[in-house]
């Protein structure tokens, strides 16, 4: 079974520029969150997808920030226009069906955005 | 708000040693919690996780965790160590409200085992 997969593993860009990373979950699962952890910071939660609608995006910076899940399969996440702040490795993962709290959730290799 | 302490940012040990990484949380509901690895070049793995009964929960590879209520930890510990077991590991609770899983995590813990 394929795991979690996301592109690019890497992006430098500038600041203004704008960057779309993607997401492919495993394949049948429903919930698909969003995270960035910031150099020496924690894991923080951006957002959350059951299936194609936004559950909880309490997680999300700013409004530069868009995310979408078409079709509720693969995901974006685009930030436009990119601030420097918004350097970091943002990580994706997913979990199986509905509510429920002893799922796990499986992550993705993550994608290390530079923001110059 | 909902947080996760990790005491240790760095630490290093010799093969063989014992093992215990300090997590404290501080959420006032039920708490469902885990601790994930991140080995070096590969993705963010579960190591264990515990959500009710017996608050001494083994994982994969020798680790296990206690959960303490009254003292809102839960520490992971390994009796002996191994050289691969270097890696970042990171606590997190969840902190979801409505069913569905929101995970808080701690800033990590770099664990180095020297041979």
């Known amino acids: 079974e394929a795991g979690v997969t996301q592109f690019p593993s890497h992006s430098v860009i500038e600041k203004g520029q704008t960057v779309t990373l993607r997401c492919d979950p495993i394949?049948?699962?429903?919930?698909l969150y969003w995270y960035r952890r910031v150099m020496g910071k924690e894991i923080k939660f951006l957002l959350h997808f059951v299936k194609e609608s936004k559950q909880d995006e309490s997680g999300m910076p700013n409004n530069r920030f868009l995310a979408e899940r078409t079709g509720g399969t693969y995901s974006t996440l685009k930030v436009q226009p990119a601030e420097l702040e918004d350097s970091g490795v943002y990580f994706c993962?997913?979990?199986?069906?509905?509510?429920?709290?002893?799922?796990?959730?499986?992550f993705g290799p993550g994608t290390r955005l530079t923001v110059l | 708000a909902q947080s996760v302490s990790q005491h240790n940012h760095h630490v290093i040990l010799s093969e063989a040693a014992s093992l215990e990484l300090g997590c404290n949380y501080s959420?006032?509901?039920?708490?469902?919690l885990f601790w994930y690895v991140q080995y070096p070049g590969q993705h963010l793995q579960l190591l264990l996780k515990?959500?009710?009964?017996?608050?001494l929960v083994k994982g994969i590879k020798g680790f296990e965790a206690e959960f303490i209520k009254s003292k809102f930890s839960f520490n992971l510990r390994k009796p002996s160590v191994q050289w691969s077991d270097t890696a970042e590991y990171f606590c997190?609770?969840?902190?979801?409200?409505?069913?569905?899983?929101?995970?808080?995590f701690g800033t990590g813990t770099r664990l180095l085992v020297s041979p």
């Open positions: 515990y959500f009710s009964g017996d608050p």
């Open positions: 997190a609770v969840n902190a979801g409200d409505t069913g569905f899983q929101k995970l808080v």
């Open positions: 959420y006032g509901g039920t708490v469902n």
């Open positions: 993962a997913s979990s199986q069906k509905g509510r429920s709290l002893t799922d796990t959730q499986y």
């Open positions: 394949s049948g699962h429903d919930n």
